[in-house]
Nanobody, 124 residues
Framework: QVQLVESGGGLVQAGDSLRLSCVAS????????MGWFRQASGKEREFVAA????????SYADSVKGRFTISRDNAKNTVYLEMNNLKPEDTAVYYC?????????????????WGQGTQVTVSS
């Protein structure tokens, strides 16, 4: 069992930056592929970014490519999402997730554990 706790969300203006953190419980964090998803009001949860267990490979949604960076620190059981040049359309609840699957996992259905989410609101 893995518990994930996100933090770092908030209310910012367009063009600002935020860094989200997700701390995982347990001693096997380094075995999991990790991902960030987001869900805007009235919309389905969508993929944002993912990173493999070693941090050696990442993937991003086209809408955030070049602005967001996913990273992880296995010694701290933490995955990060650095978000720069935020736009109003980035407003959503952001969730981190952990997957037993190997590689960089984009599909929501392949994630086994989810955090409770952190709200990010970007004003124009």
């Amino acid at each position: 069992q893995v518990q994930l706790v996100e933090s770092g969300g908030g209310l910012v203006q367009a063009g600002d930056s935020l860094r989200l953190s997700c701390v995982a419980s347990g001693r096997t964090f380094s075995r999991y592929a990790m991902g960030w998803f987001r869900q805007a009001s009235g919309k389905e949860r969508e993929f944002v970014a993912a990173i493999m267990w070693s941090g050696g490979s990442t993937s991003y949604a086209d809408s955030v490519k070049g602005r967001f960076t996913i990273s992880r620190d296995n010694a701290k059981n933490t995955v990060y999402l650095e978000m720069n040049n935020l736009k109003p359309e980035d407003t959503a609840v952001y969730y981190c997730a952990a997957s037993y699957s190997i590689g960089v996992i984009i599909s929501r259905s392949l994630y086994d554990y989810w955090g409770q989410g952190t709200q990010v609101t970007v004003s124009s």
